[in-house]
């Protein structure tokens, strides 16, 4: 460990838990009038709510769907140090990358590790290993504070070249003509981004934000605030999405972290009346990322995909494609298209997942890489760089045109709106879109200042880039080693399960541990064709992190499925489970079943 980092705790026993759990009580969300009451529990909203709570705020937090499940869920699962930036000549973006990623290595040190990269490089020039080398010290020199006060496990190792045979040896399936080597450079990358989500969700709840899944906003009723011109939002009208009972819930400043919902809660303003064109959407990209079984075993790989990033100042080819391992898996990603649909219509159709691994293998010879290898197929909507969206540039020589994603996060206040939706100005109306997973803590921190502003409030600093996340107090490299003598402590898991744990909890899987511990039938291991999981996971994820649906276990709380669909038997035994805890009938339990298997079929 490098020097002494300043580092706060969430407030509980050593583990950040304690007897703390998430409970889903919607009559807390009536009870009073809030604060701050943010609109989207995804990666923002989490982050958001957490800094709020933390800088004394009193916060709710609501979201339609469940905890992480829409764009959050649909990420490449990288955490970026913003190398790409340097290309484009933002430095400022490529400082606050570095900051960020340290900052997660930092606050989850269970759920962000060290990543190598490998570029292949061909021929001389701009592709050459020279210019990317280059190119890489230079940012190393602007990143140079990247291993700054964190520990020797997550540190960054300098960047390496590799001659043309040490790079085949490792990624044989190149093409090797004209190849002359490659660079590798170090990234970080989520063992579970879905938990990461979860873990900021629990950091604000376990600080005392009232936090709720399955409640979906429908209405802000507003009022005039002084003149018609001026108006506040009085009370927001929610729908509980699981017994269909409407709430009203009551804030000084509403916070719209919907993500690709966010131009759809703008109109919910007055019943839809007034529409911003702040919060109008142009469209979207559609990233859509591929899990296949393991190509390379201990690097990401960047292919050269033949499509160009037109925003890159300087230019060295195509935008990449990534092959990385992930859970004994692969993970390709990411492939994007042009999304005007609405983004409950969301879907992955097959012929998308076809013209992609065509694409993939086209770069890349390996039996893994196939349709029908494909265990499992997900992502997300991204939002447009609106300024190129008419003069778009991305195009293949088949004249096949790709979207320019917005590199720079968006955040309104609807209250200085100027120009044709003066008329709608809202006061207590923040509207936030980021960009990228890496970066929700700075962006909430952002976000947070602007609601203090306009709430007039001698509010606390912002803390959370020095406090420490539920699970990661504790965990250090000896945590995901295979420590027989841990789990022979139990008495209960294999090493290679406690490893599983380790990475998904942290210190909070002495929590699922204890349990399997106290009833021994809850240490029986589901073994599914791409993944497992102990039966206590699901008992823990239904008492204590408010999963609600068949689908959050398998999904979100566990990663019993995001390999690939589970065995019948494996669902089925989940939902007999959840079924006595949430006291399900028959129906409900072959609606759950049906529901999430929906989730693995493509059209």
Same mark, same amino acid.
């Given at each position: 460990?490098?020097? #002494?980092? #300043?580092?706060?705790?969430?407030?509980?026993?050593?583990?950040?838990?304690?007897?703390?759990?998430?409970?889903?009580?919607?009559?807390?969300?009536?009870?009073?009038? /809030?604060?701050?009451?943010?609109?989207?529990?995804?990666?923002?909203?989490?982050?958001?709510?957490?800094?709020?709570?933390?800088?004394?705020?009193?916060?709710?937090?609501?979201?339609?769907? *469940?905890?992480?499940?829409?764009?959050?869920?649909?990420?490449?699962?990288?955490? @970026?140090?913003?190398?790409?930036?340097?290309? @484009?000549?933002?430095?400022?973006?490529?400082?606050?990358?570095?900051?960020?990623?340290?900052?997660?290595?930092?606050?989850?040190?269970?759920?962000?590790?060290?990543?190598?990269? +490998? %570029?292949?490089?061909?021929?001389?020039?701009? =592709?050459?290993?020279?210019?990317?080398?280059?190119?890489?010290?230079?940012?190393?020199?602007?990143?140079?504070?990247?291993?700054?006060?964190?520990?020797?496990? @997550?540190?960054?190792?300098?960047?390496?070249?590799?001659?043309?045979?040490?790079?085949?040896?490792?990624?044989?399936? +190149?093409?090797?003509?004209?190849?002359?080597?490659?660079?590798?450079?170090? *990234?970080?990358?989520?063992?579970?981004?879905?938990?990461?989500?979860?873990?900021?969700?629990?950091?604000?709840?376990?600080?005392?934000?009232?936090?709720?899944?399955?409640?979906?906003?429908?209405? +802000?009723?507003?009022?005039?605030?002084?003149?018609?011109?001026?108006?506040?939002?009085? =009370?927001?009208?929610?729908?509980?999405?699981?017994?269909?009972?409407?709430?009203?819930? =009551?804030?000084?400043?509403?916070?719209?972290?919907?993500?690709?919902?966010?131009?759809?809660?703008?109109?919910?303003?007055?019943?839809?009346?007034?529409?911003?064109?702040?919060?109008?959407?142009?469209?979207?990209?559609?990233?859509?990322?591929?899990?296949?079984?393991?190509?390379?075993?201990?690097?990401?790989?960047?292919?050269?995909?033949?499509?160009?990033?037109?925003?890159?100042?300087?230019?060295?080819?195509?935008?990449?494609?990534?092959?990385?391992?992930?859970?004994?898996?692969? +993970?390709?990603?990411?492939?994007?298209?042009?999304?005007? #649909? @609405?983004?409950?219509?969301?879907?992955?159709?097959?012929?998308?997942?076809?013209?992609?691994?065509?694409?993939?293998?086209?770069?890349?010879?390996?039996?893994?890489?196939?349709?029908?290898?494909?265990? /499992?197929?997900?992502?997300?909507?991204?939002?447009?760089?609106?300024?190129?969206?008419?003069?778009?540039?991305?195009?293949?020589?088949?004249? %096949?045109?790709?979207?320019?994603?917005?590199?720079?996060?968006?955040?309104? *206040?609807?209250?200085?709106? %100027?120009?044709?939706?003066?008329?709608?100005?809202?006061?207590?109306?923040?509207?936030?879109?980021?960009?990228?997973?890496?970066?929700?803590?700075?962006?909430?921190?952002?976000?947070? $200042?602007?609601?203090?502003?306009?709430?007039?409030?001698?509010?606390?600093?912002?803390?959370?880039?020095?406090?420490?996340?539920?699970?990661?107090?504790? /965990?250090?490299?000896?945590?995901?080693? *295979? $420590?027989?003598?841990?789990?022979?402590?139990?008495?209960?898991?294999?090493?290679?399960?406690?490893?599983?744990?380790?990475?998904?909890?942290?210190?909070?899987?002495?929590?699922?541990?204890?349990?399997?511990?106290?009833?021994?039938?809850?240490?029986?291991?589901?073994?599914?064709?791409?993944?497992?999981?102990?039966?206590?996971?699901?008992?823990?994820?239904?008492?204590?992190?408010?999963?609600?649906?068949?689908?959050?276990?398998?999904?979100? =709380?566990?990663?019993?499925?995001?390999?690939?669909?589970? $065995?019948?038997?494996?669902?089925?035994?989940?939902?007999?489970?959840?079924?006595?805890?949430?006291?399900? $009938?028959?129906?409900?339990?072959?609606?759950?079943?049906?529901?999430?298997?929906?989730?693995?079929?493509?059209?």
């Amino acid at each position: 460990m490098q020097g #002494k980092r #300043k580092t706060a705790f969430i407030s509980g026993t050593s583990s950040g838990l304690g007897e703390r759990t998430l409970s889903r009580d919607t009559s807390s969300l009536t009870s009073r009038e /809030f604060d701050v009451l943010v609109i989207g529990g995804g990666i923002n909203g989490a982050c958001i709510a957490w800094d709020a709570r933390q800088r004394g705020f009193d916060v709710a937090l609501i979201e339609k769907g *469940d905890f992480g499940q829409g764009a959050s869920q649909g990420c490449f699962k990288i955490v @970026h140090g913003g190398l790409r930036y340097l290309q @484009h000549g933002d430095i400022g973006r490529l400082r606050e990358s570095v900051r960020e990623q340290r900052t997660l290595r930092h606050i989850a040190p269970h759920l962000v590790h060290p990543m190598p990269f +490998l %570029v292949p490089c061909y021929g001389y020039g701009m =592709r050459g290993k020279e210019v990317l080398s280059l190119g890489v010290m230079l940012y190393e020199l602007l990143a140079s504070n990247r291993n700054e006060l964190v520990s020797d496990y @997550h540190r960054l190792p300098s960047f390496k070249i590799l001659n043309k045979e040490q790079c085949l040896s490792l990624a044989p399936g +190149l093409n090797a003509a004209g190849l002359r080597g490659a660079v590798i450079y170090y *990234d970080c990358q989520m063992s579970n981004c879905e938990r990461l989500t979860l873990s900021f969700v629990k950091a604000a709840a376990f600080s005392g934000a009232v936090v709720c899944n399955y409640v979906a906003a429908t209405e +802000l009723e507003t009022e005039a605030s002084g003149n018609v011109v001026k108006r506040e939002i009085k =009370r927001v009208v929610c729908r509980d999405m699981l017994n269909g009972r409407t709430l009203d819930i =009551r804030a000084k400043c509403i916070v719209n972290a919907a993500g690709p919902w966010s131009h759809v809660v703008c109109d919910f303003v007055s019943g839809g009346r007034a529409k911003s064109d702040s919060c109008r959407s142009v469209g979207f990209s559609k990233g859509v990322q591929v899990v296949v079984p393991q190509v390379i075993a201990q690097y990401s790989l960047a292919l050269e995909s033949m499509y160009r990033d037109t925003a890159a100042l300087i230019a060295r080819g195509g935008r990449s494609y990534f092959i990385a391992p992930w859970r004994g898996h692969s +993970l390709i990603g990411t492939y994007d298209e042009f999304y005007t #649909k @609405h983004p409950d219509e969301f879907r992955i159709e097959a012929n998308e997942l076809s013209e992609f691994i065509s694409d993939v293998k086209s770069m890349y010879s390996s039996r893994a890489i196939s349709e029908r290898n494909i265990s /499992f197929a997900f992502g997300g909507l991204r939002p447009l760089d609106e300024s190129r969206v008419n003069t778009e540039q991305f195009e293949t020589p088949g004249q %096949v045109k790709s979207p320019a994603v917005a590199r720079k996060d968006s955040i309104v *206040d609807h209250s200085a709106i %100027v120009g044709d939706g003066a008329a709608n100005n809202v006061n207590n109306l923040v509207s936030v879109i980021g960009v990228k997973y890496t970066t929700a803590r700075a962006v909430a921190e952002k976000v947070v $200042d602007l609601v203090a502003k306009k709430l007039n409030a001698n509010c606390a600093p912002c803390r959370t880039s020095e406090t420490v996340l539920p699970g990661g107090v504790g /965990f250090g490299p000896s945590a995901i080693g *295979d $420590d027989e003598s841990e789990a022979r402590e139990f008495g209960v898991i294999a090493p290679k399960m406690y490893r599983q744990l380790a990475l998904d909890y942290g210190a909070e899987m002495k929590n699922i541990l204890e349990l399997a511990a106290s009833d021994k039938s809850l240490a029986e291991e589901m073994v599914t064709p791409y993944s497992s999981a102990i039966l206590a996971e699901v008992i823990h994820a239904v008492r204590n992190e408010m999963a609600c649906r068949l689908s959050d276990v398998v999904l979100r =709380r566990t990663g019993l499925g995001t390999l690939g669909k589970p $065995d019948d038997s494996s669902l089925s035994r989940i939902v007999q489970i959840m079924a006595a805890e949430l006291g399900w $009938d028959r129906l409900r339990c072959e609606e759950e079943l049906a529901a999430t298997k929906a989730a693995y079929q493509f059209n």
